[in-house]
């Protein structure tokens, strides 16, 4: 969940609703959307952990078997976590380690990337994740918040006395702390799991919630910089390393809500489903284009990854026929053919060349 969710009716229900109507064990995390990322991330930690061995988070047994491990040997793998009879007995019910698909909006994915560089433990009970809309490289609006005196002072207050909630969860988002952030953890662990993300924009969707937000920032930034969904702009919502989607019709309401106030024309479940789709087949493309390198030296590993997304890049390029060269070569080989089948006869009745049109 994103910023102060929380406190927002019906969000993520719709969602939640479709996929479990497909037969998806959902989750949605007791994360507190007032904390900063840090505390977040302890959080989904936990969350991911208890999930992968077989334990509910919303059942207090699980989670507070969970924290005891974590606080008094440091780790909670789900070797020890199935230990107890309760695990045991939740293991009847679902066979095997259990592998987590996380779909985060807004905040929640910057708290997801976060327990992933913070906890590298927890990456390898991942299948995907996804971030839709989530401010990586900071939020406009929080960013103008935290450098203004009076506004930051009333918004500060607002969340801490209020909404008894920590200031964090705002300037978190600002482009100094995430600077800071990326600084403090410059390796982009998060390629090492299926990521995608959602880069959404409500320019061309003028009958949304935000719309009067989006033609600020556009005022005020430029068509190019000022592209946002009312609260993220597009180009902070890139994880460095991982693909993107990108829509041009869909304000910050949109993954979360199928209707008011999301007013746009997509289906939730879908985007969700399509979205964690793109990742699990990028995934699977990359381990049957490339050889393992699990047997390369690190210098070797590093020319390898470096030449990675070239291999990657013309690959899908030369698949979706967006590589000239290929195009081409593809031209000349249907001409081979056409004139090998015409100098056989096999073409000369139905398919006349133009020596023979004009003869006639």
């Given at each position: 969940p994103g910023l102060l969710t929380k406190w927002y009716p019906l969000y993520f229900t719709s969602l939640r609703y479709g996929l479990e109507r497909l037969g998806f064990d959902v989750h949605v995390s007791r994360l507190d959307t007032d904390s900063g990322v840090d505390e977040n991330a302890k959080m989904l930690r936990m969350e991911i952990l208890c999930i992968a061995s077989g334990g509910d988070p919303n059942d207090e047994s699980d989670r507070q078997r969970c924290l005891w491990h974590?606080?008094?040997?440091?780790?909670?793998?789900?070797?020890?976590?199935?230990?107890?009879?309760?695990?045991?007995?939740?293991?009847?019910?679902?066979?095997?380690?259990?592998?987590?698909?996380?779909?985060?909006?807004?905040?929640?994915?910057?708290?997801?990337?976060?327990?992933?560089?913070m906890y590298p433990e927890t990456m390898e009970h991942i299948a995907a994740f996804v971030s839709a809309q989530g401010p990586h490289g900071g939020s406009w609006l929080a960013n103008d918040i935290s450098c203004t005196k009076y506004q930051k002072a009333a918004v500060a207050m607002g969340i801490e006395r209020i909404l008894a909630g920590s200031r964090d969860a705002v300037f978190d988002l600002s482009y100094q702390k995430r600077r800071e952030f990326f600084q403090r953890w410059p390796q982009p662990v998060w390629t090492g799991v299926p990521t995608i993300c959602l880069a959404t924009c409500a320019t061309h969707q003028p009958q949304a919630m935000l719309s009067p937000v989006v033609e600020y920032m556009r005022?005020?930034?430029?068509?190019?910089?000022?592209?946002?969904?009312?609260?993220?702009?597009?180009?902070?919502?890139?994880?460095?390393?991982?693909?993107?989607?990108?829509?041009?019709?869909?304000?910050?309401?949109?993954?979360?809500?199928?209707?008011?106030?999301?007013?746009?024309?997509?289906?939730?479940?879908?985007?969700?489903?399509?979205?964690?789709?793109?990742?699990?087949?990028?995934?699977?493309?990359?381990?049957?284009?490339?050889?393992?390198?699990?047997?390369?030296?690190n210098d070797e590993k590093e020319d390898w990854e470096k030449e990675d997304w070239v291999k990657l890049n013309d690959f899908f390029n030369r698949v979706n026929g967006k590589n000239p060269a290929h195009k081409?070569?593809?031209?000349?080989?249907?001409?081979?053919?056409?004139?090998?089948?015409?100098?056989?006869?096999?073409?000369?009745?139905?398919?006349?060349?133009?020596?023979d049109r004009l003869q006639k």
């Open positions: 974590l606080e008094n040997t440091g780790e909670a793998t789900p070797e020890k976590l199935r230990s107890s009879a309760e695990a045991t007995r939740r293991q009847g019910r679902i066979r095997g380690r259990r592998k987590i698909a996380i779909y985060g909006h807004s905040k929640g994915a910057v708290d997801a990337a976060a327990c992933f560089v005022y005020r930034y430029g068509d190019d910089l000022g592209a946002t969904d009312g609260c993220v702009a597009m180009r902070d919502a890139v994880l460095p390393g991982a693909p993107v989607v990108w829509l041009m019709d869909m304000d910050h309401y949109g993954p979360a809500w199928n209707a008011f106030p999301a007013l746009d024309r997509y289906d939730k479940t879908h985007v969700c489903l399509a979205l964690i789709s793109m990742a699990l087949e990028r995934a699977v493309s990359r381990r049957n284009l490339f050889p393992s390198v699990s047997a390369l030296d081409d070569a593809q031209r000349g080989e249907r001409r081979r053919y056409r004139r090998k089948q015409r100098k056989s006869g096999y073409l000369k009745d139905s398919h006349p060349s133009s020596r």
